[in-house]
């Protein structure tokens, strides 16, 4: 089992950049995909990036792409999601989400997720 916890969320300006971290514990971390999804209010929770246990094994969705980036350090057990760029659209509730089953990550099927952390960003 494994246990997640977002941290990292915040108020920007639009072109600002924030950081996500995701702390896992549990066993075997580095056996979990692990993905980042998004709800804003009034919207359906969706897919941001998904990195495997391979770090070579980077998804993103299009509208994040070239903006943000994910990475993984199993040794910490940590994924971090850099926001680079943002933009008004991109305020949500960010969620950190792990599954060995890296498909039902990507489909937001996995088995495990964090709390989630708020980030704003202001026009």
């Known amino acids: 089992q494994v246990q997640l916890v977002e941290s990292g969320g915040g108020l920007v300006q639009t072109g600002g950049s924030l950081r996500l971290s995701c702390a896992a514990s549990g066993r075997a971390f580095w056996r979990y995909a692990v993905g980042w999804f998004r709800q804003a209010p009034g919207k359906e929770r969706e897919f941001v990036a998904a990195?495997?246990?391979?770090?070579?094994?980077?998804y993103y969705a299009d509208s994040v792409k070239g903006r943000f980036t994910i990475s993984r350090d199993n040794a910490k057990m940590t994924v971090t999601l850099q926001m680079n760029s943002l933009k008004p659209e991109d305020t949500a509730v960010y969620y950190c989400?792990?599954?060995?089953?890296?498909?039902?990550?990507?489909?937001?099927?996995?088995?495990?997720w964090g709390q989630g952390t708020q980030v704003t960003v202001s026009s």
């Open positions: 989400a792990a599954d060995e089953v890296t498909s039902r990550v990507v489909a937001g099927r996995s088995n495990y």
């Open positions: 990195i495997f246990w391979s770090t070579s094994s980077l």
